[in-house]
């Protein structure tokens, strides 16, 4: 329908906190691209019989089919796509100047650059990602392909230029006064496009790629333009040994951001594996979130991140696929990879770190959202919010979850609940069988 209002008739399931997970069988409005209504059966009923439902659409979901809010991937590099699971042998910095950079440096091409972001775009689109926050290159222009990508394709897309100005080995790297010229280009860039999808995100690459001046000034960039800011940090113990080496006035990594006024609630840190006791109280104070990347973490061996411990001290926690140091594109891949994680801390010892199967959805929906300062907009079916959501279909044909035994002939919240189970554990894109953003279809394998 040219208007795309439509009515979801069916099983939906959302998060509204960590602790809050609900499956519920009704309807949701969509109008504009907004959720305009949302109910239960007996009131979709009376609305279809009151014939004011003439403009709509209306989508009946199968009892083996539900909606659940589209996936928000906190913490990827679009340029890294080539290098997936290629180098995972090495640890994090080596990793960075064998196989990282050399690749990086590449999308000074800006045609290489554009091809490859069209094909990332579409990729995390077919696997539900209707928000990604991006790391693009070092290249304004390349990174720019990214921005031009993600609106045609209609992903919901926050897109950092990287900045780095310590020299490196592979020759990836720029000149200060030059970097900080051309974020604020790439700022102004982004803006002007005046797209409600896609948001300039500024992007120190990490402590030890960015001097003291360089993170200065794109802090001064990031308040100028009330621009997002996103980084690594407390990774992988050699990189935190060096960066309290070069940096013998902080006490800890933290610090070396906090001095630049980096850490604020615009804020998204990747991974935060080692955070010491008092960055623990440092990044809630400042209302900085963390993207938990544990497929990552542990290709890298960079270690078990602590997701519970980052919780109970009051950290904002999203999921990140941190492709290329993550070997998996996908959100559901991730939402397996924290229960494992927080689970092996468990076991080895520390109580009640496990993340179970609905906790792992929420940091990867309305968790997400929050990390990313977007769950105004998006992250579960809250009336006011912008339609993003995947139409899961969990017996999809070709997919890889079978049917033992008889569906129910009724519907029920148990039998949804199970469903919906049953695809975070096992599904994958074959189950994703529609997606929409901001209420457009952009995928239909319905
Ligand atoms: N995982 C990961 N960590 C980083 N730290 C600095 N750059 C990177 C990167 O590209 N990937
Ligand atoms: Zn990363």
Redesign the pocket.
Same mark, same amino acid.
């Given at each position: 329908m040219a208007n795309n209002n439509r009515i979801f008739v069916g099983t939906f399931a959302e998060s509204t906190s960590l602790t809050n997970f609900s499956v519920k069988i009704g309807y949701i409005s969509v109008l504009n691209g907004k959720i305009t209504q949302k109910g239960f059966i007996d009131e979709f009923e009376q609305l279809e019989k009151s014939g004011v439902l003439s403009d709509y659409e209306i989508i009946k979901l199968s009892k083996d089919q539900f909606l659940i809010p589209g996936f928000v991937d906190c913490h990827t590099?679009a340029p890294?796509f080539p290098n997936i699971g290629l180098g995972l042998d090495r640890p994090?910095l080596e990793w960075?100047a064998k196989y990282?950079f050399p690749l990086e440096k590449k999308y000074q091409d800006t045609e290489f650059a554009a091809k490859v972001y069209d094909q990332v775009v579409q990729r995390l689109l077919k696997n539900g990602t209707t928000t990604a926050c991006y &790391?693009g290159s070092l290249h304004m222009e390349g990174t720019l392909e990214l921005v031009k990508s993600a609106i045609n394709h209609q992903q919901r897309a926050l897109v950092g230029k990287v900045s780095m100005n310590k020299i490196n080995e592979a020759g990836y790297y720029n000149d200060t006064e030059k970097e900080l010229k051309e974020v604020e280009t790439f700022v102004q860039t982004v803006i002007a496009l005046k797209n409600d999808l896609v948001e300039p995100v500024v992007t120190p690459? &990490?402590a030890? !790629?960015c001097d003291k001046i360089l993170m200065d000034g794109l802090s001064k960039i990031a308040n100028k333009y009330n621009c997002r800011i996103q980084s690594?940090l407390s990774?992988n113990l050699q990189?935190i040994e060096y960066v309290l080496e070069t940096n013998d006035n902080c006490k800890c990594y933290g610090d070396v951001y906090d001095k630049s006024g980096i850490l604020n609630n615009r804020c998204i840190m990747?991974?935060a594996v080692h955070l010491t006791d008092d960055e623990l109280k440092l990044l809630p104070s400042r209302g900085v979130s963390v993207a938990h990347?544990p497929a !990552?973490n542990t290709r890298?061996k !960079?270690g078990l991140c602590p997701v519970r411990r980052l919780l109970n001290a009051s950290i904002t926690v999203g999921l990140g696929t941190?492709v290329s140091?993550?070997d998996n594109a996908t959100i559901l891949d991730a939402i397996r990879r924290s229960m494992d994680v927080s689970t092996y801390l468990e076991l080895q010892g520390q109580p009640n770190s496990a993340l179970d199967w609905k906790e792992a959805f929420y940091l990867a929906t309305l968790g997400g959202a929050e990390a990313l300062n977007l769950d105004d907009k998006i992250g579960n079916f809250e009336v006011g919010k912008d339609f993003d959501a995947l139409l899961v279909d969990v017996y999809a044909k070709g997919g890889q979850i079978e049917k033992y035994k008889d569906t129910l002939e009724t519907t029920n919240e148990e039998y949804a609940s199970d469903l919906l189970q049953r695809f975070v554990f096992l599904g994958d894109d074959r189950n994703i069988v529609q997606v929409y953003v901001k209420g457009v279809k952009v995928k239909d394998n319905l």
């Amino acid at each position: 329908m040219a208007n795309n209002n439509r009515i979801f008739v069916g099983t939906f399931a959302e998060s509204t906190s960590l602790t809050n997970f609900s499956v519920k069988i009704g309807y949701i409005s969509v109008l504009n691209g907004k959720i305009t209504q949302k109910g239960f059966i007996d009131e979709f009923e009376q609305l279809e019989k009151s014939g004011v439902l003439s403009d709509y659409e209306i989508i009946k979901l199968s009892k083996d089919q539900f909606l659940i809010p589209g996936f928000v991937d906190c913490h990827t590099h679009a340029p890294q796509f080539p290098n997936i699971g290629l180098g995972l042998d090495r640890p994090l910095l080596e990793w960075l100047a064998k196989y990282t950079f050399p690749l990086e440096k590449k999308y000074q091409d800006t045609e290489f650059a554009a091809k490859v972001y069209d094909q990332v775009v579409q990729r995390l689109l077919k696997n539900g990602t209707t928000t990604a926050c991006y &790391f693009g290159s070092l290249h304004m222009e390349g990174t720019l392909e990214l921005v031009k990508s993600a609106i045609n394709h209609q992903q919901r897309a926050l897109v950092g230029k990287v900045s780095m100005n310590k020299i490196n080995e592979a020759g990836y790297y720029n000149d200060t006064e030059k970097e900080l010229k051309e974020v604020e280009t790439f700022v102004q860039t982004v803006i002007a496009l005046k797209n409600d999808l896609v948001e300039p995100v500024v992007t120190p690459r &990490f402590a030890l !790629s960015c001097d003291k001046i360089l993170m200065d000034g794109l802090s001064k960039i990031a308040n100028k333009y009330n621009c997002r800011i996103q980084s690594h940090l407390s990774e992988n113990l050699q990189e935190i040994e060096y960066v309290l080496e070069t940096n013998d006035n902080c006490k800890c990594y933290g610090d070396v951001y906090d001095k630049s006024g980096i850490l604020n609630n615009r804020c998204i840190m990747a991974h935060a594996v080692h955070l010491t006791d008092d960055e623990l109280k440092l990044l809630p104070s400042r209302g900085v979130s963390v993207a938990h990347c544990p497929a !990552s973490n542990t290709r890298l061996k !960079s270690g078990l991140c602590p997701v519970r411990r980052l919780l109970n001290a009051s950290i904002t926690v999203g999921l990140g696929t941190d492709v290329s140091g993550g070997d998996n594109a996908t959100i559901l891949d991730a939402i397996r990879r924290s229960m494992d994680v927080s689970t092996y801390l468990e076991l080895q010892g520390q109580p009640n770190s496990a993340l179970d199967w609905k906790e792992a959805f929420y940091l990867a929906t309305l968790g997400g959202a929050e990390a990313l300062n977007l769950d105004d907009k998006i992250g579960n079916f809250e009336v006011g919010k912008d339609f993003d959501a995947l139409l899961v279909d969990v017996y999809a044909k070709g997919g890889q979850i079978e049917k033992y035994k008889d569906t129910l002939e009724t519907t029920n919240e148990e039998y949804a609940s199970d469903l919906l189970q049953r695809f975070v554990f096992l599904g994958d894109d074959r189950n994703i069988v529609q997606v929409y953003v901001k209420g457009v279809k952009v995928k239909d394998n319905l």
